[in-house]
Nanobody, 130 residues
């Protein structure tokens, strides 16, 4: 089993930024492809960003591309990923969830579908004041 814990959420003014972190523990001998999703009240969970297990490939949903950045440093903390979220808008407010894929993936594979992931964190709340 793998446990994922998100941190870094909070209240921020529109235009501001936050850095979210997801740390994996448990069965982490391998390096996993990981992703971030978000869910606002009354809405379905949506994909935000993904990173391959190598860190060489990233992918973003259109609404955050250029404002958000997903990263990892496998040499430093394997299976810890960060999501730098900037130029925040009220519509970015949501619970942000981290996900990890244990199933086999190539060094460049990224995944935007929630069904591609095997483990999920409990989420961290991002609130944006206008």
């Amino acid at each position: 089993q793998v446990q994922l814990v998100e941190s870094g959420g909070g209240l921020v003014q529109a235009g501001g930024s936050l850095r979210l972190t997801c740390a994996a523990s448990g069965r982490t001998s391998r390096t996993y492809a990981m992703g971030w999703f978000r869910q606002a009240p009354g809405k379905e969970r949506e994909f935000v960003a993904a990173i391959s297990w190598s860190g060489l490939n990233t992918y973003y949903t259109d609404s955050v591309r250029g404002r958000f950045a997903i990263s990892r440093d496998n040499a430093k903390n394997k299976n810890t990923v960060h999501l730098q979220i900037g130029s925040l808008k009220p519509e970015d407010a949501a619970a942000y969830y981290c996900a990890a894929r244990e199933r086999t993936s190539s060094f460049s594979d990224v995944y935007a579908e929630s069904t591609s992931y095997d483990y999920w964190g409990q989420g961290t709340q991002v609130t944006v004041s206008s």
